[in-house]
């Protein structure tokens, strides 16, 4: 992901905004619903999968969270506008559908808003300075730390004797840095593989004990 392939998923999402509020129109007046396009869910829409895909490197720009959640808003008023309309049993009133149909235009000013906002400040910035904040940032971790951490996750394990799949992926982990140590010096993304590793089994062993 670049700045510019950004800036341009933005701009087009800024359109797609403006494009069901136009849907929505025609909802309204229960014209000519066929027409009308069926929402698909947040995340399976193109700029919602954008979002939710590249997660971990746009959640290191300030302006992430806040556009997501004002796209989340507006997408859940639009699917409320829709099917409230199309729904063959009991569908809501012309008035409510106008009510709806104002906040529709409410959330989707909020969030044009925002586009804007997040357009702007990544013209601002340079290529190298978006490379630099949208990288996933690599997990250091020293061979020392690494036992350490699979010694604790073994402690835990063997005071509790209903973990017996944690305890054979530990035994294995400890395989692992066995042969690791064997090596010229450590493999940092091996290292780091297993880490994430034995975080996910020390978080589902937390909440066990818990």
């Known amino acids: 992901m670049d700045r510019e392939s950004t800036i341009g998923i933005i701009s087009s999402a800024r359109e797609s905004s403006e494009y069901c509020v136009k849907q929505g129109a025609i909802l309204v007046e229960c014209v000519d619903l066929h027409e009308a396009d069926i929402p698909l869910g947040?995340?399976?829409?193109?700029?919602?999968?954008?979002?939710?895909?590249?997660?971990?490197?746009?959640?290191?720009?300030?302006?992430?969270?806040?556009?997501?959640?004002?796209?989340?808003?507006?997408?859940?008023?639009?699917?409320?506008?829709?099917?409230?309309?199309?729904?063959?049993?009991?569908?809501?009133?012309?008035?409510?559908l106008e009510q709806c149909f104002m906040r529709l235009k409410i959330e989707s000013k909020i969030l044009s808003s925002k586009l804007d906002g997040v357009k702007n400040q990544l013209l601002e910035l340079s290529d190298t300075d978006f490379k630099e904040r949208y990288a996933i940032p690599e997990i250091k971790?020293?061979?020392?730390?690494?036992?350490?951490?699979?010694?604790?996750?073994?402690?835990?394990c063997h005071q509790n004797i209903n973990f017996p799949s944690v305890i054979s992926e530990a035994d294995l982990l400890k395989e692992r840095k066995n042969k690791l140590q064997q090596k010229n010096g450590c493999d940092q993304k091996i290292i780091n593989i297993n880490l994430q590793r034995l975080d996910e089994k020390l978080a589902l062993l937390s909440q066990q004990v818990a």
């Open 141 to 156: 971790i020293t061979a020392k730390e690494l036992i350490e951490k699979r010694r604790l996750i073994l402690k835990k």
């Open 42 to 96: 947040v995340t399976d829409c193109k700029f919602g999968k954008w979002l939710e895909s590249h997660r971990v490197g746009l959640n290191n720009f300030i302006w992430y969270m806040d556009l997501q959640k004002s796209f989340d808003k507006f997408h859940k008023v639009y699917c409320e506008l829709y099917y409230g309309a199309v729904r063959k049993y009991n569908p809501k009133t012309k008035d409510q």
